[in-house]
């Protein structure tokens, strides 16, 4: 029954900003690392960033600088702060966590939906 909802996609101007949300709900005990990745036609899926329960983040080289990831432990939710985007941005992105149902099951990933993010030039 656990579900991650995304929202935030839409069409932006290259040099605009986007702001994706990621939320988790239904039976959770835990979420350990929270992550964004993305996929543009005809590539595969990427990582481009990641955060884990203590805060630590890391990202693609590709997003380094434009990219802030950040969540929200209380709400259960997921930030990918896009700023600078360019039109090589343009793809629909996953939100994928790290979530544990009970404290004594293993954790296991979860996907969302994906939502569109596409960048004009």
């Known amino acids: 029954q656990v579900q991650l909802v995304e929202s935030g996609g839409g069409l932006v101007q290259a040099g605009g900003s986007l702001r994706l949300s990621c939320t988790a709900s239904?039976?959770?005990?835990?979420?350990?690392?929270m992550a964004w990745y993305r996929q543009a036609p005809g590539k595969q899926r990427e990582l481009v960033a990641a955060?884990?329960?203590?805060?630590?983040?890391n990202y693609a080289d590709s997003v380094k600088g434009r990219f802030t990831i950040s969540r929200d432990n209380a709400k259960k939710t997921g930030y990918l702060q896009m700023n600078s985007l360019k039109p090589e941005d343009t793809a629909v992105y996953y939100c994928?966590?790290?979530?544990?149902?009970?404290?004594?099951?293993?954790?296991?990933?979860?996907w969302g939906q994906g939502t569109q993010v596409t960048v004009s030039s």
């Open positions: 994928k966590a790290e979530i544990r149902v009970t404290r004594w099951t293993t954790a296991r990933d979860y």
């Open positions: 239904g039976s959770i005990f835990s979420i350990n690392t």
């Open positions: 955060i884990t329960s203590g805060g630590s983040t």
